[in-house]
């Protein structure tokens, strides 16, 4: 398999892997101990997708590289992830609204990949569809309660798809990777997803009353492995173990 | 209720080959759906369950555990109400 299907792995790992280090983030630190669990629930789910990802990718890579090494002996500029995962948690309401906006594209693209012409990657999408489907069901009511909930809560949820709505475009923006992936059968372009997550992503913001942002010319760059500054602070928490006691194991 | 504090909520669980659900324990949630998904995230986690159900514990009426005598000691002595003094015919005698 060529080098560029690889890297489209590497994306599909990294998304999960980082953002489950960031929802990690929240546990014993939610406003209510049900939501602690249910973050931390999540979290959970998106890496345990990762590992799956990244040993399947280690294994076509062929340099005996494990899901650990992946994860956490790769340096920044080696991530795949979109810079949308890797963002600060912020409040609580750019958390689940992060949440939800990343969901509504994880379902209909595990829902693509059931067809991927790579049986493990499809056999991972069934297994993550599931996952991502209750995420954005919960996602998505989060969003409602809190945009159409107090001023307070609509003002953050409000400030929050300011600030996350320009990252959404990396998620459509299609190169040379995902149109190899999607040529050979095993992957999708990023533009094909647009359609169902309008669809679900904008009857739901109008209900909660809030405003996306028009769009501008801006793009980040993450998934070509050019991240935000918040990136190496994540990695260094991320990686230390294995930095500081490499091949460690517990 | 205090504006600041989420309702509790009673759940209750049916496990794969229960027949029933049974009370597992409660939560706080702002609503019913918010509710079952706190549920399926704190009761379920290792497999506990295949439904949910959940209900205000502001709308159960208990029992007064002060009442205890009078409600539940009468039945006490009535062992004619268990039906172990009857002969049953031999085809059906396991019960």
Same mark, same amino acid.
């Given at each position: 398999m060529p080098d560029l299907n690889i890297d489209y792995l590497l994306r599909l790992a990294d998304n999960p892997l980082i953002l489950g280090q960031r929802l990690s983030e929240w546990c014993g630190h939610a406003p209510v101990l049900e939501e602690d669990l249910a973050l931390a629930n999540t979290a959970l789910d998106l890496i345990g997708q990762a590992r799956l990802l990244l040993t399947h990718a280690g294994a076509l890579e062929g340099?005996?590289? #494990?899901e650990d090494q992946l994860a956490f002996l790769r340096s920044e500029r080696e991530f795949r992830n979109c810079t949308l995962v890797e963002l600060p948690n912020g409040d609580f309401a750019r958390t689940v609204l992060r949440n939800f906006l990343f969901s509504a594209h994880q379902v209909p693209l595990w829902e693509g990949l059931l067809?991927?012409?790579d049986a493990q990657l499809a056999a991972i999408a069934a297994k993550s569809l599931k996952e991502v489907r209750y995420h954005l069901r919960h996602a998505a009511d989060w969003v409602l309660r809190l945009g159409a909930g107090t001023e307070e809560s609509h003002r953050r949820m409000q400030a929050a798809l300011d600030y996350l709505w $320009?990252?959404?475009t990396e998620l459509f923006a299609g190169d040379a990777v995902e149109e190899a992936a999607a040529a050979a059968g095993i992957g999708l372009a990023g533009s094909s997803l647009q359609p169902r997550w309008d669809a679900a992503v904008l009857p739901v913001l109008q209900e909660a009353a809030l405003s996306p942002p028009a769009r501008t010319p801006f793009l980040s760059q993450g998934k070509l492995g050019? +991240?935000? &500054? +918040?990136m190496g602070h994540l990695l260094a928490e991320m990686q230390t173990m294995q930095r500081a006691y490499p091949g460690a194991q517990w | 209720m205090d504006r600041n504090e989420w309702p509790l909520w009673e759940v209750f669980i049916r496990s794969r080959n229960g027949l029933d659900h049974k009370h597992c324990g409660s939560l706080h949630a702002p609503d019913a759906r918010m509710a079952l998904q706190n549920a399926r995230d704190i009761y379920?986690?290792?497999? &506990?369950?295949?439904s949910i159900w959940v209900v205000r514990s502001d709308q159960i009426h208990a029992s007064d555990p002060e009442a205890k005598p009078e409600m539940f #000691? $009468?039945?006490? #002595?009535?062992?004619?109400? +268990? $039906?172990?003094?009857y002969k049953l015919p031999r085809e059906v005698d396991h019960m």
């Open positions: 340099n005996g590289r #494990d067809g991927s012409r $320009p990252y959404t050019v +991240h935000s &500054e +918040h | 379920t986690r290792r497999m &506990e369950g295949v #000691d $009468p039945a006490e #002595d009535k062992i004619y109400r +268990h $039906p172990t003094f």
